[in-house]
Structure formats: C-alpha cells, structure tokens
C-alpha cells in the first residue's frame, strides 16, 4: 500500500507538472498566434497608408522649346496619366524656342487627365517667349522669386526667312488669339497675355501674381505643394473639378532618356552648326584621299545628325547655299591658282552663311556670335594653308620622274655628238649634243627623249 501511495503520489505530480508545461506552451501559441494576426491586419493598412500618399511627377525643362523637348513634356503627361500620380509638376526655365513645338506642348497640358503645374523655377529662371504660353496653359501656374515671365512676341518663330507685314500682322494675330484663348480657359489676365504677344510685355513674379497671369509665388517645391493642397481644378472632359491633395506627397523625378538629352543637345543652333562643318570636313579628307575611311565615317554622322538638327531649328537655307558655295570655293583654289581669290570668296561666303543659317528673333534659335567667329576662322585658316601647301608643291622642283632629270649635270663618257654615252645621278645614259663635246667635259640635261638624254655643253 505504502509504495502504491508513494507511487501515486509521483504520478499525480508528474501530471500536475506536465499540465503546467503544457499550459506554458499554450500561451506562447496564443501570443505567437495574436501577433501575426495583428501583423497581418496592420501590414495591409500600413500598406495602404503609403499608398495614400499623392505621387507627384517632376520633369524639368531648361532649355529651348524644340522637338525633343516637347517629346519629353508629352511623354511625361502621359507617364503620369499611366501610372495614376497625384499630378505632374513641370519645372521651367526656357528663352523661348520653336512655336510648333510650344503648340504641341501646350495642346498637351491642356488635355492632360491629370493636373499639371507648371513652375518657373530656380531663382533666375525665366519663362520668356513660347514659355508664356506654356506657363498660361497649366491648371496651376506658379513662380519662384526673382523669376519673369513675358516677351512673347512671334514674328518669325519657326519660319526660315524674313516675312513681309501681311505674313507678320497674320501671325501676330493668330498668337494674340490663342493665348488668349488659353487664358480665358484657364480664368488668367487675357489682356496682359496678349500685350506679352503684341508688345512683348514682361513681368516679374510678384507682379505676374498681382495680375492674375499666375496662381502662387513659391519659393521651392516643397512650399508650392503646401500652397495648392486642397485647391480644385477642372480638367479637360471633366464634369466636376477635381481636388489636389498634397500632404505627405512623394515627389517622383522622371529625367530625360539618353536619347532624349542627345536629340535636345544637336537641336541647339550652335551644335547643328559645329556638327555640319564637321560633316562637310570629314566628306572633303574621304573624297581627296580615298580609303581613309575614319573622316568619312565622321564625316557622315555629323552630317546626318546635322540634318536632324536643321529640321528642328528656322533654317534659312539660303545660309545652307552659301556654306556648301565657301566649301566648293576652298576646293576650287586647292585645285585651281587664283592668288587667294577664291579663298577670300570663300571666307565671304561662310561668313554670310552662317549668319543667315538660323533666322530667327530668339536668341536661344540663332548661332552665337563666338562659336560662329571662332569657325569660320578655323575652317578659313584651314583651306587658306592648304591652298598655300599645294601652291608650293606645285612650284617645288621634281625629284623623280623625267622631269626630275632635267637640268642635271654629268660627265660625257664618249664624245656625245649625234651619240654618245653620258654618266649623270650615278647611271650610264645614252646622250646626244647638238654640238659636239668631247670626252670628260661637263654635260647638262635639257630633255629627256624615251630612255635617250639630249645634253649639252656646262
């Protein structure tokens, strides 16, 4: 009985310790458990909290209006359609550019599905000539301090050649109305707007906010988020304006491709020119010395991208005439003995040249008077010592070949009369002499007849 009792006793406190141990373990499940439930419900929300946070585009535009720039404005629009974003902010520093490329821009914004603010930024930035167009566009317009806005005037913006005052009144009109248009849409001063077109009026930000040209004048853009929170603008299909929100915002930069800021750094007039003269040298050093294969290749290239640029830039192809004339005239007076006046017709025609290439009133669409100065005196000095290289040459005396042979003094070897033999530079010749000379004197070459020399007398 007494070890049965004892024995009992040992198993009911093995019981009680292993119900404790599995009570213990028990309770760590159910915590383990409660937390990765609580994790599961809070990770979704958590989630979802970022993902309430407004995704804002950026894209920045610091140069001309051309092509290529337009290209990235609408691809950005449409990225930021595609993806959602809260909105698309443009960064804008521009001295103007092509009017085709302004229109396609500004067409762009205005039937963007999502609001786009334009932002003339940094501090200096300006938004002058097509950009005034395209600041009046946005759904919000805004400036940063120290920046202006103005000086629309079109005459001649994208058009290669000078325009009669018909042409100029049409354009101006047809520019005074659109962004007039522009700005009745978008509720802004139509009337300053158009004096910017017709009298090339210009601002500062402080005044164009006073004017009503623009919405806010922010300092960066962390405060113009701060500035449009809560603002409502209507976009372009929309029945009911949409509500901007911007707190906690997530500014997402999208920079240019590679392609992109290739196609905009040859559509600067400066580049489009360097890259034809390039293109014209490197064809010259193919075509007068066949095989060489490196310029022609160069050569090539920069033309073809040359090409490119032109057709994005007001070209005056009169200007083109004139260069490829300068280059014709310099080949001409390496080919032909002119005493330099081919070259000086030359030097003139490049100089007219590249001053009429781009004819345009944006100073950002025509070539700078240093790239310009420093090329044509380049390509002149070039062909102007070639031309000297080739006229010595030509002057030079032959050593070789028959003509090397002539005025070359020997020995006679035999009497050279109607016959002879002669030794001169090293060789036994057959010689003769209208007169007679004898054995040992000194001869001099005056022809050369086949393999036989005719000499006479030193």
Known sequence: MGRCTVGYEGIDIGRETIMRSKMGSLKVITMATAVVMVNCLLCPLLSLAQQARPV??????????????????????????????????????????????????????LNAKVPVIVFVYPPGARAASAGVIITAAAHIAVMAPGTNIGAAHPVAIGIGGAMDKTMVLKVENDAAAYVRAIAEQRRRNANWLEKAVRKSASITAEDALRHRVIDFVAEDVPKLLAMIDKKEVMLSGGKSPVLIKTRDAILNEKVMSLRQEILTAISNPNVAYILMLLGLAGLYFE????????????????????????QTLPVNYAGVLLILFAVILFIAEIKVISHGVLSVGGIVALVLGSMLLFDSPEPAMRLSWGVLL?????????????????VKAQKRRQYFGEEAMVGEVGEAVTDVHATGTAFIKGEYWQAYSDQLIVKGKRVSVVSVEGMTLKVTAK
Do not use: C, W
Not at 374 to 390: D, E, G, K, P, Y
């Open 56 to 109: 804002f585009d950026v894209i920045t535009i610091n140069a001309a209006i051309t092509p290529p720039v337009a290209q990235y404005t609408l691809a950005g629009i449409a990225a930021a359609e595609k993806s959602g974003a809260a909105g698309l902010i443009i960064l804008l520093d521009t001295p103007g550019g092509l009017d085709t490329s302004m229109r396609e821009m500004a067409k762009g914004i």
């Open 287 to 310: 075509f007068t010395s066949p095989g060489a294969l490196l310029p022609g290749i160069i050569g090539g290239i920069s033309l073809l991208l040359a090409f490119f640029s032109l």
């Open 374 to 390: 420093a090329s044509v005196a380049t390509i002149s000095s070039f062909f102007i010592v070639v031309a000297v290289m080739v």
